[in-house]
Nanobody
Framework: GQLVESGGGKVQAGGSLRLSCAASSYTDVDACMTWFRQAPGKERKWVAAISVYDSTYVENSVEGRFTIRRDNAKSTVYLQMDALRLEDTAMYYC???????????????????WGQGTQVTVSS
């Protein structure tokens, strides 16, 4: 399987972006799906996750600003990012778990398939 992220770019603070994570097949996204991000020189951090039953989990610093959802018909997971801040600047990665529910969803080791990432840059 393969995951391909898109939708990153440069945006001013307060703006919005929608990231997409498209899978090569539905079986790749028939799982707990997640978004992580990694800023330069920092470790990869969990952002949001969604189970196959549409249970969602969002990291505290992005709650109320970021929304994760999935479109099973398109084998795609989205991350809608609103009210972007300078500190949201990072490379964003999507990943798929081997489980349909989200277990230990903040742990990168819980995910077995990763995309190549898409860069998000927020400027003042």
């Amino acid at each position: 399987g393969q995951l391909v992220e898109s939708g990153g770019g440069k945006v001013q603070a307060g703006g919005s972006l929608r990231l997409s994570c498209a899978a090569s097949s539905y079986t790749d996204v028939d799982a707990c799906m997640t978004w992580f991000r990694q800023a330069p020189g920092k470790e990869r951090k969990w952002v949001a996750a969604i189970s196959v039953y549409d249970s969602t989990y969002v990291e505290n610093s992005v709650e109320g600003r970021f929304t994760i959802r999935r479109d099973n018909a398109k084998s795609t997971v989205y991350l809608q990012m609103d009210a972007l801040r300078l500190e949201d600047t990072a490379m964003y990665y999507c990943a798929a778990s081997s489980n349909r529910i989200c277990l230990r969803h903040t742990d990168p080791a819980s995910y077995v398939l990763w995309g190549q990432g898409t860069q998000v840059t927020v400027s003042s």
